[in-house]
């Protein structure tokens, strides 16, 4: 139905910058679609980073996580099916496997949770060294 595939993590000295892209496919997936970017430290529970879906017709909007409000940036390239995560002043506690997740909700606060999603791709690691 949808596949998911990271790409673009990697390690990086804290202050960097890594820029993450994961690209959709498959008949049903849509430009409506919500997508979002979760990750999982070692020993911690996978927790929300970022989303961005589609309300009106018009716009898209996106919503992150305090943690990385600032730093972040989620952005959509429709014609290429690829939602990207563009992560600025890395820090170590951003060490994480992250993973990108495909839905059909138009809610901004469904999209900050694991149910609000239907499709995850398999994960790409970030390191952040201090």
């Known amino acids: 139905q949808v596949q998911l595939v990271e790409s673009g993590g990697g390690s990086v000295q804290a202050g960097g910058s890594l820029r993450l892209s994961c690209a959709a496919s498959?008949?049903?997936?849509?430009?409506?679609?919500?997508l979002g970017w979760f990750r999982q430290a070692p020993g911690k529970e996978r927790e929300f980073v970022a989303s961005h879906w589609w309300s009106s017709g018009r716009t898209y909007y996106a919503d992150y996580a305090d943690s990385v409000k600032g730093r972040f940036t989620i952005s959509r390239d429709n014609a290429k099916n690829t939602v990207y995560l563009q992560m600025n002043s890395l820090k170590p506690e951003d060490t994480a496997v992250y993973a990108c997740a495909a839905g059909q909700t138009s809610d901004r606060d469904y999209a900050r949770l694991e149910r609000g999603y239907d499709y995850w791709g398999q994960g790409t690691q970030v390191t952040v060294s201090s």
């Open positions: 498959g008949r049903t997936f849509s430009s409506r679609y919500a």
